[in-house]
Structure formats: structure tokens, C-alpha cells
């Protein structure tokens, strides 16, 4: 009985199961008749016969542009080869080194050190960066990278490799490449009156395309306009320091300008510019913002060659607010930048640290080279009863020439002279150890002379501004309590150990800087913005005031380059009224006015000169016999000014003769009328019938013949 009971079971279950799947059967013959239905009744079906033409591309664009792509370019992979060959022991440190080395042009994704079967690394190494473009620099830069007396590298891309292997020996010449001239970058030294130029900018606040910037020669007697554009800059202008190039400033980066017709000769990108600086020989431009594009690689700072256009060096910098932030020496040979505790000089043109290591200088504050040596000076503030410092080095040798030790220093300001003749240091300092009182004093350092000796000049009142001669020997100093007790005192700095003496002390000014004529001798003591616009000019040589004139609200002073003009300007940077500048002759002869089409006045920037060839000995003999040329010079100048003169002259007459045509045409209009409005009123009076309104049209007639004087 149990195999029965089994069997009818399974018959039971087969029964059950055949119900279960027929009804499943069932169910999906009427789903899928149903479906059949809706598709007939919607007709959603292509047709028989129908070919579908349209690609992947036409109907899926969008999506497959951002499809993941194998990436299978070698062009990020660099080759570094002449690195020093070190077992494993030594490999971790070299390994750092070389990271710092090349980390600088971008993170490294990945790197590979071949080593032979003794673990000895094989001297050469693959790099992998994250972009091309990391990579290409890396060469550019790297290549022939002195790492040691021993190992300088050979850096080239992986992809390079494969070019060299497929050279034939056939040689074939290169091809010429077209000469591009630029033109004359110098061409306004060419003016047969030796005119400056200067730059300004103008109509500012308005419409953004009606702001216009110009280039202007400066004449005895008034502007003439050179190159007039709109729009040419979005913030200032700026000159390179020999006046070659003339820099706008936009949101992507700046452009430099040059040759008599200004064309544009660069562009060096670096989205959100600010600031820029030029090396002294004009070869290198350096450019600041605070604009980060790429976190990985922060550039604020950025060194640029300016005739290839290519970046040489790049840093970091969160403000610039003690700009400039890299300081060139006076060849342009090197360039320095201090950060907390260090002060890194870097050689050009490899951009890398002077001898690889930077100088530690715990606490420096500020520092400035020479202009006329490779020697930098710099000062460090008081540490734990070390007492501040102020000291002069030696570039490259690092030779430390001259220091300077002072206790309770507060701050110092750091000024060269314009030879190199000396070193001028203001050191503000406290009289005792509370700190209540605050002193000042110059130190002087005559680097010329044998182991540099030191003069000090105490002053008793708080130091406004201080200024050095420029070819001279001559201290000018600006004390005392603003705004009523202010005094300026000029000192004589003597050579061969003899202390300054004071020439003297002017007393009861109303300045606040002081402003040197580029040759020396002249001087201009200006009360700049607050002070009301008081410009005194003063011969230095028997301190005599040549002239006091007036500028309210001056905010600019300065000089061209030759010493003959100076400029005073009121910007709409600064104040909305009555903006504009002003020309004066070195002695302060009012020269001419901005004219009123430069209305909302921003800026004044002259173009600056370069060196004179001329030898010391040929300056000194063209200054002795400057007799022969005066009077030649002064008949020229006469004659410039009886034209300008004439011309004014001529060009009154022609307004008056203007004017008196136009009053006599609309004379003659007002007399036709006139007469035709009489002619009609005395015709009306003559058709009147009516006694009563003839008597009325009589007094009419006889007020509007009076009224138009008939």
C-alpha cells in the first residue's frame, strides 16, 4: 500500500501542476493578445519593408562626446637620463630629490627606476604627468638641469624615442624660416627734437567702449596726440623699463605693444592679471593674479619670455601686497624672493636656486639689490635678545660684505641710490625698553668705498618721506607733526669718513613727498591729495624756492625722463572733480594744460628712456662746451614757440572770421522776416472796413512794428 499511496500522490501532484500550467499559459496567450491589440489600435510598429537609416551619431551626439575614451598617447611620459647611479641603500633619498625636481611642472602619476640584477639603479628613469603639456615643460626646462659637478640631465618625451629611430642617414638641409620684422622698437629716440612721449588714459566711468587710452609727444607748448585707440586696456597702462613696450592689461592676460605703430608683439595668458614686472634688460615679464585655474598647480606668479612667449618659471603667492614679489638684480642675471625665514636667489637662464640651496634668514623682513652691483641688502628684526640686523652679501659668492647691528628696532625702510653710491636705511627704533617713545635715524652705508663704512643721522620728530639724490649726494627728509608742523631738511652725505652735515631745514611746509628731478639738482616738495595741491620747486644747489604753484587735490607727480618737465595730475581714481594734469617746466613755469577733450582724466605714465651710450668722459665734454650749442638750442625753441604762436594766432582768426560770417547771415535772416511780417500787416490794415477793429488792428501794427523795430 505505501508504493500506492505514493503513486496516487505523484498522479495528485502531476494533476496539480498540468492545472497550474496551463492556466500560466493561459494567462500569458491573453496578455499577449491584448498586446497585440493596443499595437494595432496604436499602429506603434514600423512597416514591412522599413530600413532604418539614422546612425548612432545623428540621434545620440551629445552622449557619445562624453563617452570614456582610452587614452593611449605616450607625449605625458618623460626620460631622464645622467642620474647619479646608487644602490638600493640610497635610492629612497635620491628618489626625493628628483621628486622636488621635477614635481614643480605637475603631479607625477607614476615613475619607473630601472635597476640591474645587483639592485644598482641604471642611471635613468621614466616619469609619467597628467597632461602633455606638464610634460613638455618638464623638457624645456629640465634639459641640461645641473644637478651636481657630475650629472647634468638629458630629458626628452618617451615619444621622442620612436622620431629618432626612424632617421635616415639621408641629410636634407633645413628649411629657411621667413624673416619677421617686427619694426623699430625704438623708433620715438629717432625724433629730430628728442620729444618724449607719455601714455594716458581718459573718458573713464562712461560707456566702456567710449574710454580711450593715447600716446602723446610732449612740445614746449602743448601735447601732440601719436596713437589714439578705445578700449585699448581694461585697468592701466604700464611701460617695460626701457620703453620698448607698452603693457594693457584684459581678463585672459596682457599683450605688449611696440614699434611707431604700436602692434601688438605678444600675448602671455593668465586669466584675472593684476600686477606686472619687468626684468631690468626687458627679457623676462612677470605676471600676478590671484586667479588659481588648476589647484593641483597653483601659478599666481608666472615668468615668461617675452620674445619666445613661453612660461620659464612659475610660483606661489597668496597676495601682493609687498609687490614686486621677485626682485631682479641690476644685469638681470638673477632674481631673488623671500618666504618665511628664507630668501632663495634663483640664476638666469635655468631658473634654478643659485647653487640649490636657498639662504636662511630667520625672520627677514624685506630686502633690495643694488642698481648698479650684484650685491643684495636686506635686514632681519630683533629675536630673543639677538639684536635686528642690517646686512649687505655678495651674489654669487654669497660673501657677507657689511652688517649692521641695532638693538629695540621697530622697522626699517630699505633705499639704494641710483649709482649704488650708497645704501640709505631708515630704522625706527624705541629710546628704552618700555617702548613708550619712538626714535629715528638714517644709516648710511658707503658701499664704493673700502671696507664700508657707516654714517648715522638722527632725527627727533617722526620721519614722513625720504628721498636720495639721483646723481648726487644730496638726503632730502620730511619730519614733524601733520599736518601744520612739518619741516624738510636736506643733508650732505660726504665720502672718506667725513659725518653728513645739514644744509638746511625748511621750515612751516605743507608737503608730504618728495619728488627728484631723474639728473638731480631739483627738487619737488608736493602736499599730494589732503594737503592742498602746494608744489614747491627748489634748486638744491643754493636752496633757493624758484616757484610755488598749485594744484588742488594733486594725486601724481612725475618726471620725464630727461628732467626738463614734470607732470601734476588729479585722477578720477581718486576724485571726480576737476580731473586733468598739468606740465611745468623744471623751474615751475606752467607749460599747458590737458586739453578739455580729455575730460575724466585716470592716468599719466611716461615712456621711459633707455641708457645714453655716451661714456662718462663724452658727458663731461658735451657739458663744458654746452655754450657752443646754447644759443643755437634757444633759437630753435624760440622759433617752436613763434609758430606755435602764429598758429594759435591763425587759428583764432579763422574762428572769428567764422563767427562774424554766421552773425551776419542770421542779421539778414531776422531782417527778411522782419520785413515780410510788416508788409503783411500793413496789407491786412489796408482791406479793414470797420472803424472799430482798424482802430484795434492799428495798435497791433503799431506794437509789433515797434517790437521788431520798424
Known amino acids: 500500500r505505501a508504493p500506492e499511496c505514493t503513486c496516487a500522490s505523484a498522479c495528485e501532484m502531476s494533476q496539480m501542476t498540468a492545472i497550474e500550467l496551463w492556466e500560466e499559459g493561459a494567462y500569458k496567450q491573453r496578455q499577449e493578445e491584448y498586446f497585440e491589440e493596443e499595437e494595432s489600435d496604436n499602429e506603434f510598429g514600423d512597416p514591412e519593408g522599413y530600413v532604418d537609416d539614422i546612425t548612432d551619431e545623428e540621434l545620440l551626439h551629445d552622449l557619445l562626446l562624453k563617452k570614456p575614451t582610452e587614452d593611449t598617447s605616450l607625449d605625458n611620459i618623460i626620460v631622464v637620463d ?19 625636481v621635477f614635481e614643480r611642472f605637475g603631479k607625477i602619476q607614476t615613475d619607473y627606476y630601472p635597476v640591474d640584477e645587483n639592485g644598482l639603479f641604471k642611471g635613468y628613469f621614466f616619469m609619467e604627468y597628467a597632461t602633455a603639456e606638464q610634460a613638455i615643460n618638464a623638457v624645456r626646462t629640465c634639459d641640461g638641469y645641473k644637478l651636481d659637478k657630475s650629472h647634468n640631465f638629458a630629458v626628452n618625451l618617451f615619444t621622442d624615442f620612436e622620431k629618432y629611430a626612424e632617421l635616415t642617414d639621408e641629410w636634407e638641409p633645413p628649411q629657411k624660416s621667413p624673416f619677421n620684422e617686427i619694426g623699430n622698437l625704438r623708433s620715438w629716440l ?17 560707456s566702456p567702449s567710449a574710454e580711450k587710452m593715447a600716446i602723446c609727444k610732449n612740445t614746449p607748448v602743448e601735447l601732440q596726440i601719436v596713437c589714439e585707440r578705445e578700449r585699448w586696456t581694461e585697468t592701466y597702462l604700464q611701460w617695460s623699463p626701457l620703453g620698448s613696450y607698452l603693457t594693457t592689461f584684459h581678463n585672459q592676460g596682457v599683450a605688449l605693444w611696440g614699434t611707431d605703430e604700436f602692434k601688438r608683439l605678444g600675448r602671455f595668458t593668465h586669466p584675472g592679471v593684476q600686477l606686472v614686472d619687468f626684468s631690468p634688460c626687458e627679457r623676462y615679464l612677470v605676471t600676478f593674479s590671484t586667479v588659481v585655474e588648476n589647484p593641483q598647480d597653483p601659478q599666481n606668479i608666472i615668468i615668461w619670455d617675452v620674445k619666445i612667449g613661453t612660461k620659464k618659471r612659475s610660483f606661489t603667492a597668496t597676495s601682493a601686497e609687498e609687490w614686486p614679489i621677485i626682485k631682479w638684480s641690476h644685469d638681470g642675471r638673477y632674481f631673488a624672493r623671500k618666504s618665511p625665514n628664507l630668501l632663495s636667489i634663483y640664476e638666469v637662464p635655468s631658473f634654478f636656486l643659485l647653487d640649490k640651496t636657498s639662504l636662511v634668514v630667520n625672520g627677514i623682513r624685506d630686502f633690495v639689490w643694488s642698481p648698479c652691483d650684484n650685491l643684495i641688502s636686506f635686514w632681519v628684526p630683533e629675536q630673543n635678545e639677538i639684536p635686528s640686523k ?58 664704493k668705498e673700502t671696507q664700508i663704512p657707516v654714517d648715522s643721522i638722527e632725527i627727533k620728530e617722526p620721519v614722513i618721506s625720504f628721498q636720495l639724490e639721483p646723481h648726487g649726494s644730496k638726503l632730502a627728509v620730511i619730519h614733524g607733526e601733520p599736518p601744520t608742523r612739518i619741516s624738510v631738511s636736506f643733508y650732505k652725505i660726504n665720502e672718506k669718513g667725513n659725518p653728513p652735515n645739514k644744509i638746511k631745514t625748511l621750515e612751516k611746509q605743507a608737503a608730504n613727498t618728495i619728488s627728484w628731478c631723474p639728473t638731480g639738482q631739483f627738487v619737488v616738495l608736493a602736499g599730494l591729495k589732503s594737503m592742498d595741491g602746494v608744489l614747491d620747486f627748489i634748486d638744491s644747489s643754493d636752496m633757493t624756492l624758484m616757484h610755488r604753484q598749485e594744484h588742488t587735490k594733486v594725486t601724481d607727480i612725475a618726471w620725464d625722463p630727461t628732467g626738463r618737465y614734470v607732470v601734476s595730475s588729479l585722477s578720477y581714481w581718486t576724485e571726480k572733480m576737476d580731473t586733468g594734469f598739468i606740465v ?97 500787416m500793413q496789407e491786412l490794415n489796408a482791406r479793414l472796413t470797420d472803424s472799430k477793429e482798424k482802430i484795434e488792428i492799428t495798435k497791433l501794427i503799431k506794437e509789433e512794428t515797434e517790437e521788431y523795430g520798424g
Open 584 to 680: 611745468w617746466s623744471f623751474q615751475g613755469k606752467l607749460l599747458y594744460r590737458s586739453p578739455r577733450t580729455m575730460e575724466r582724466f585716470c592716468q599719466l605714465v611716461w615712456r621711459p628712456r633707455p641708457p645714453s651710450l655716451l661714456s662718462e668722459e663724452d658727458l663731461k665734454t658735451i657739458k663744458k662746451d654746452f655754450k657752443k650749442y646754447q644759443y643755437s638750442f634757444e633759437q630753435k625753441d624760440r622759433t617752436i614757440k613763434t609758430k606755435a604762436s602764429k598758429g594759435l594766432v591763425e587759428k583764432r582768426q579763422r574762428e572769428m572770421e567764422s563767427f562774424k560770417s554766421f552773425r551776419e547771415r542770421k542779421l539778414q535772416e531776422i531782417e527778411a522776416k522782419r520785413r515780410k511780417f510788416v508788409g503783411y
Open 190 to 206: 629717432l625724433d629730430e627734437n628728442c620729444y618724449d612721449e607719455y601714455a594716458v588714459i581718459y573718458n573713464s566711468g562712461r
Open 82 to 100: 645622467n642620474a647619479p647611479k646608487v644602490g638600493p641603500d640610497r635610492m629612497g633619498k635620491l628618489k626625493s630629490v628628483l621628486n622636488k
Open 390 to 447: 642690517i646686512i649687505i652679501i655678495r651674489i654669487p659668492s654669497r660673501e657677507e660684505v657689511s652688517t649692521k647691528s641695532r638693538h629695540l628696532v621697530s622697522d626699517c625702510k630699505l633705499q639704494w641710490h641710483k649709482q649704488g653710491t650708497f645704501l640709505c636705511v631708515k630704522v625706527d627704533h624705541w629710546l628704552n625698553k618700555s617702548k613708550k617713545q619712538l626714535c629715528h635715524s638714517f644709516e648710511i652705508f658707503h658701499t
